[in-house]
């Protein structure tokens, strides 16, 4: 174990006492703590300078990414860190590339209503959406669509990109531990003062056995995130992001409440 997990996993030990102590001294409406608020805070970031973060900070993001937890504890993971300029603006043309490939064929817009054009367009689109429907949900399909205008980017030119690899052979739903780790890596950045975004279309690179092979992705791995990381360049594109208050069904001594 690196001195960073020991230290890491005696905090842990450690703080879980302290945390039992603190919970009885919160009174309703108390401000939020420190962790409460970076989580509250953290946004997502398209645009980065271009200085490169220090190499030693990646290593610690990843150190606070292994602590994550998972299902029985099976760590299904490992990572591909890239601070290479070019390789990462090759990663992005080829995320692009698909975007206007897939955008192609399914944007019905682009053609004049009543034409065969509109009518191919619209029906190869119907049934894309029986077949990907979370592909062509109307958010991720938007960013495709502007993608391949060059009106948005994948990646957002970032000094480095760290992709947590899935290993499919995980326990339960390995993806859910995927998130989290990303969460544990993405929420350490920000505790640094650095920027992320999540890259979920950087999954293209999954289906290009050249890009497997570059980023080293191997059987019975696969790339389905990337997470762009670097120092923040002006204020973030939305600072505040809505959230809806979805409703959650309370129980509680056999009583069943909608609180929202
Ligand atoms: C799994 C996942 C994939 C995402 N993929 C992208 C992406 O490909 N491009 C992008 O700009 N943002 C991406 N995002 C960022 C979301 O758009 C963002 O988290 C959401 O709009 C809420 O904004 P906030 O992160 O600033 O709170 C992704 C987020 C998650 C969790």
Redesign the pocket.
């Known amino acids: 174990m690196s001195d960073i997990a020991k230290e890491a996993f005696d905090v842990k030990i450690a703080g879980t006492d302290q945390q039992e102590s603190k919970t009885s001294e919160i009174e309703e409406g108390d401000p939020w703590n420190t962790i409460e608020d970076a989580f509250l805070k953290?946004?997502?970031i398209?645009k980065f300078k271009k200085k490169q973060v220090p190499a030693h900070l990646i290593r610690r993001i990843l150190e606070v990414g292994r602590f994550a937890p998972s299902q029985g504890n099976c760590q299904p993971w490992k990572f591909v860190v890239v601070r290479d300029r070019e390789m990462i603006t090759e990663m992005e043309n080829f995320c692009a590339d698909m975007c206007r490939k897939i955008n192609g064929p399914l944007d019905y817009t682009a053609h004049k209503k009543g034409t065969f054009a509109r009518w191919r367009s619209e029906s190869i689109l119907k049934l894309f959406a029986k077949w990907q429907p979370s592909t062509v949900h109307p958010?991720?399909f938007g960013?495709v669509n502007l993608i391949a205008k060059n009106r948005?980017k994948?990646f957002?030119h970032p000094p480095t990109v760290i992709i947590p690899l899935m290993d499919t052979r995980g326990i339960g739903h390995p993806e859910v531990d995927l998130?989290i780790v990303?969460t544990n890596i993405v929420m350490a950045a920000h505790s640094l003062g650095l920027g992320t975004?999540?890259?979920?279309?950087?999954s293209f690179l999954n289906n290009s056995p050249e890009w497997r092979e570059r980023l080293g992705v191997e059987e019975p791995y696969s790339l389905v995130?990337a997470i762009s990381v670097g120092y923040v360049l002006g204020k973030?594109m939305?600072n505040t992001?809505s959230r809806e208050t979805h409703e959650t069904l309370w129980i509680e001594d056999g009583i069943k409440d909608l609180i929202y």
């Open positions: 953290r946004r997502s398209r958010i991720p960013a948005f994948v957002h998130g990303g975004c999540w890259v979920g279309l950087a995130e973030p939305q992001v």
